[in-house]
């Protein structure tokens, strides 16, 4: 295979239970956002907006919509060696002592796959998680990694102290390289002068080839190891003297965007993912959809224009402050502060407010729904409300989460 300069492994292969029922048929990094993307399609953008073509994913759970996704609608031609986006299924490593085996962990997964770094010899390897909503020029990152000559170089963004025991936290000194490196702590450690922040990894890193290859060789020989970037890998590095830096993320440059990249949402709760989907709809969002200098790819599947139709009395169909998909009709129906996906159908004297509408949802005519989240392909009657009696959605079956938002199951027939 050819050589290549920088080489993208992104870890997809995520249950992603904390997302149930979205997370019922699919892995988290395949649930869709924001009208018509899914989860994965964040980090593929911030490698091919950074010129960084030479792309693995690696999954392992419930990843068949995952794997049609990037197969279909993410694919270069076929006459460059060093453009291509390759799905790496886990196929059951062989271990001397333990015999066949899923990944162990974050570190395992990439150790396993580490003949195929080597079939490219990159000088550098880009270890991304495949789950989080972001944008990131890498290649900023990959150059500061080779101006501080690191062997590791962390992702770092600063959070709320008594947000930070959710990721490893930092320690660095005035050159910010890390001097102590704290995974889930239950007492995280603020940056110094600002008590009410602590700098958590974001779990993206840059490795030099040849330390990656050293620090998971050591790992995988190591018994007592849960194969984990952060709770091992990391910890060794800094114990044996590499060379390991933060990189702030709010220095990060994003072509067409004024002030400093701030937004990196980890969308693992159903709350989470809720709150990051309603923040699109806002006259100004934290994370704009909309910059031409950097676009966001995705599936490309030819849906005809919204539409909205009748414009008699009370029976007007309007969307407002909310995102629309081809394909959507509103059908003399209200949509308000929502996102709807492809091919929805909100019928007559309806209303939707402030949810999530996934692809092929139908809401029929005099529905009430409000802070909720459809799954795909879900048939909903005349007459029926949803989020205005929790107890009934409860009876219903459906997950009611602790901010009260509802998910009605892929598929769900009432």
Not at 184 to 213: C, Q, V, W
Not at 345 to 363: G, I, K, P, T
Not at 383 to 412: N, S
Request: net charge neutral.
């Amino acid at each position: 295979m050819v050589k290549v300069e920088v080489l993208g492994m992104i870890l997809a292969g995520g249950q992603g239970s904390r997302l149930y029922p979205l997370t019922a048929k699919r892995a988290k990094p395949a649930v869709p956002f924001g009208a018509k993307y899914r989860i994965i399609d964040f980090v593929l953008n911030n490698f091919v907006n950074s010129g960084i073509y030479s792309i693995y994913v690696l999954t392992q759970f419930k990843a068949q919509s995952l794997t049609e996704h990037i197969q279909r609608y993410w694919r270069f031609g076929a006459f460059l060696e060093d453009h291509f986006i390759l799905l790496v299924p886990a196929q059951m490593y062989r271990y001397e002592e333990l015999g066949p085996v899923w990944y162990r962990g974050t570190a395992d997964a990439i150790y396993q796959n580490l003949h195929l770094v080597q079939n490219h010899a990159p000088t550098a390897v880009a270890v991304f998680g495949g789950d989080h909503i972001f944008k990131m020029n890498v290649r900023h990152m990959v150059e500061y990694h080779y101006e501080k000559r690191a062997d590791i170089t962390i992702a770092a963004y600063p959070v709320p102290v008594e947000e930070a025991s959710r990721f490893g936290v930092l320690q660095v000194d005035p050159e910010w390289r890390i001097t102590e490196f704290q995974e889930k702590p239950k007492d995280p450690k603020p940056i110094p002068n600002k008590p009410h922040l602590a700098l958590a990894s974001m779990g993206n890193y840059i490795f030099r080839t040849e330390a990656l290859f050293e620090l998971l060789e050591a790992d995988a020989r190591e018994e007592a190891s849960s194969h984990d970037f952060g709770k091992d890998v990391i910890p060794r590095a800094l114990k044996e003297g590499y060379r390991v830096y933060a990189y702030d993320f709010h220095r990060n440059p994003i072509p067409g965007q004024e002030g400093p990249n701030l937004y990196w949402r980890d969308v693992g709760t159903l709350d989470a993912y809720f709150e990051a989907s309603m923040d699109l709809v806002k006259v100004v969002p934290e994370f704009d959809l909309f910059n031409p200098e950097w676009p966001l790819r995705t599936a490309n599947l030819f849906s005809p224009p919204a539409k909205f139709v009748h414009e008699t009395g009370e029976r007007v169909g309007r969307a407002l402050n909310s995102l629309l998909a081809g394909g959507v009709i509103v059908s003399g129906g209200t949509v308000r502060e929502s996102v709807l996906f492809r091919r929805v159908r909100v019928n007559s004297y309806s209303l939707v407010e402030r949810s999530v509408l996934f692809d092929d949802v139908e809401v029929g005519r005099y529905c009430r729904i409000r802070n909720a989240i459809i799954d795909k392909d879900v048939k909903i009657p005349p007459h029926t409300e949803i989020g205005y009696d929790l107890e009934a959605d409860r009876a219903r079956g459906f997950t009611v989460t602790p901010e009260g938002v509802v998910v009605v199951p892929k598929g769900y027939r009432f």
